[in-house]
Structures are given as C-alpha cells and as structure tokens.
C-alpha cells in the first residue's frame, strides 16, 4: 500500500492527540446493577370474588332461561312442524318367477329365473352347500338392459350369498382373473359362513359381456378350488334349444369353447345295443343229420 509523502507516524500521533483534546475525558462504560422485585403477596380474597362473581351470573342466566320458558306457551298439536314436502317412500321393485328355460349348466344343474322391468336373471345350482363331501356351484346369469352400475367383486358376493340362503363372506383373499370363452373372468378368494357351517370358495364375476355371470364354486372338503375348474365350470354354460335370446347373449354363448376344458360327459354310460346281423339266404350252414337207429 502507498503512503503519501507527508503521512508518517509521527502525523498520525498528533492527530490523536488533538482528538483526545477536543472530544474530552470519557467515562468508562459498567454494567448497571438489575432493579430487585419483591415476590407478589398471593390474595386469596380476590379469587374468592371472581368464584362469587361467576357463581351470580350462571345463576342470573338461570332465572332468565326460566323466566323466558314460562312466558312462552307450549306448542300445540295443530302447531307442530310439519313439512312441506315429504319424499316418498320408494319400494324396490318385485321380483316374479319365470321358466327356467334359457340355459343349462351341465345335467346335473338345476334352474330357477326371476324377472323385474329391464331385469332377468336365471340362477343355476349344482351341489349343496352343506355336502362338504361335493362341490358347490351357483351360477347367476343376469340380462339387463341396462350396464352393471354395482362397485366391487366383495358388494356383488355379500349380495349373492345373502340371496343363497342367508349366507354370509365370513373372509376373502387372493384376486385375481382367469380367461374363458365369454372374457376375462374376475376372482376373489372367499369364505362363504352359513348355518351349515364354512366353505372355501372361488367368486367370480364377468360384469363386461351382456350377459352378465356372478357366482362362486367351492371344493370339497375345505379346499379351494382350482383355477381351471373355475373357468370349465363357467365355460359349460350353454343355451337351451329354443330359447329366446338376444342376438348379443346369443352370438356371446357361441364362442368356441377352451381347449383346456374336456367336453361334457354324457347322461348315461350304458352300451347301446346293436341290431342282429343278418343272415344271408345263400349263407353255409352247419348239417345237423338224425343218427341212425339200430
């Protein structure tokens, strides 16, 4: 750093010293002592007065609520509220019974349908639910003509089990889908309670299709059914001669089966019996001769 010429040491005391001289002797600054305050001498009469203070006001409130009750008159029954619109008590609609007369679910499965306005549905049982021995299938085909405006697979399964008997979804698991000939198939893993005891059972539902296809299967003995028999035993539905479908639900039911499922085992195994051969005029024949008498 550069210094001016005429800028020393010597300068700068002086300048000091003239600084001193004008601005004077200057008192050292100390800290100054803290003001002590006396502790606060509790008044009990003061909380006493706030308590009575308090106590007459409730107790004004009090008198006036009362004064104000008996000068107003109690309402009379022509008085009384009564609205002025009221919403009417909307009953769901009935159900009637019809012919079960549009599917078939194997020969083993029997049949019930209901309609209501824009509704069918045709129900279709194979089993009990208290064989534990033999499995349990309850199939619900439902043709509205309306979209299936319901939520989860769960709502749909406590619906239907209430419907079969007063059953109840004691506990569900896994999802999952599984594909048949009608479209992808949603799962869940239940088990249906009920007086008879408990099930371990597989839900399904196809909500997509025109017809739509709810229910459940359950294995014998407490075991789950398997994957693929859910799908056959959707995959076996197949309309009756002659029944009176919509070109949809009927083109849906025309769809090829799944390879992976067998075909459906016949009404009865007994041999047919074959018609004689016939026997030839011209047909050599064995000689019988009468033996010779004696």
């Given at each position: 750093?550069?210094?001016?010429?005429?800028?020393?040491?010597?300068a700068?005391?002086?300048?000091?010293?003239?600084?001193?001289?004008?601005?004077?002797?200057?008192?050292?600054?100390?800290?100054?002592?803290?003001?002590?305050?006396?502790?606060?001498?509790?008044?009990?009469?003061?909380?006493?007065?706030?308590?009575?203070?308090?106590?007459?006001?409730?107790?004004?409130?009090?008198?006036?609520?009362?004064?104000r009750?008996?000068?107003?008159?109690?309402?009379?029954?022509?008085?009384?509220?009564?609205?002025?619109?009221?919403?009417?008590?909307?009953?769901?609609?009935?159900?009637?019974?019809?012919?079960?007369?549009?599917?078939?679910?194997?020969?083993?499965?029997?049949?019930?349908?209901?309609?209501?306005?824009?509704?069918?549905?045709?129900?279709l049982?194979?089993?009990?639910?208290?064989?534990?021995?033999?499995?349990?299938?309850?199939?619900?085909?439902?043709?509205?003509?309306?979209?299936?405006?319901?939520?989860?697979?769960?709502?749909?399964?406590?619906?239907?089990?209430?419907?079969?008997?007063?059953?109840?979804?004691?506990?569900?698991?896994?999802?999952?889908?599984?594909?048949?000939?009608?479209?992808?198939?949603?799962?869940?893993?239940?088990?249906?309670?009920?007086?008879?005891?408990?099930?371990?059972?597989?839900?399904f539902?196809?909500?997509?299709?025109?017809?739509?296809?709810?229910?459940?299967?359950?294995?014998?003995?407490?075991?789950?059914?398997?994957?693929?028999?859910?799908?056959?035993?959707?995959?076996?539905?197949?309309?009756?001669?002659?029944?009176?479908?919509?070109?949809?639900?009927?083109?849906?039911?025309?769809?090829?089966?799944?390879?992976?499922?067998?075909?459906?085992?016949?009404?009865?195994?007994?041999?047919?019996?074959?018609?004689?051969?016939?026997?030839?005029?011209?047909?050599?024949r064995?000689?019988?001769?009468?033996?010779?008498?004696?």
């Open positions: 750093m550069r210094q001016r010429p005429d800028f020393d040491d010597a700068l005391e002086r300048a000091g010293i003239a600084l001193a001289q004008d601005i004077g002797p200057v008192e050292p600054l100390l800290p100054r002592p803290l003001r002590r305050v006396s502790p606060r001498v509790p008044r009990p009469w003061r909380a006493a007065g706030r308590t009575l203070g308090a106590a007459a006001v409730i107790a004004l409130l009090s008198v006036l609520a009362s004064e009750r008996a000068a107003d008159p109690p309402l009379s029954g022509e008085a009384a509220f009564v609205p002025r619109f009221a919403a009417p008590a909307v009953a769901p609609p009935a159900w009637s019974a019809v012919a079960a007369d549009r599917y078939r679910l194997g020969e083993e499965a029997a049949g019930s349908a209901r309609v209501q306005p824009g509704l069918r549905e045709d129900t049982t194979a089993g009990t639910f208290a064989a534990q021995e033999a499995p349990f299938l309850r199939l619900v085909a439902a043709e509205a003509a309306e979209p299936d405006g319901e939520g989860s697979l769960f709502v749909t399964l406590a619906r239907r089990a209430a419907e079969a008997g007063g059953l109840s979804v004691a506990r569900t698991g896994e999802r999952g889908q599984l594909t048949t000939r009608f479209g992808a198939l949603d799962t869940v893993d239940a088990t249906l309670a009920g007086e008879e005891g408990r099930r371990a059972c597989t839900a539902r196809l909500g997509t299709a025109p017809l739509r296809l709810e229910g459940w299967l359950c294995a014998p003995l407490g075991q789950l059914p398997e994957p693929q028999a859910v799908a056959c035993a959707v995959d076996r539905l197949t309309p009756l001669p002659g029944a009176g479908l919509t070109p949809a639900v009927a083109e849906m039911l025309a769809q090829p089966r799944l390879p992976a499922c067998a075909p459906e085992e016949p009404a009865t195994t007994a041999a047919v019996p074959t018609g004689r051969r016939p026997v030839r005029k011209n047909a050599a064995v000689r019988h001769s009468r033996p010779a008498s004696p």
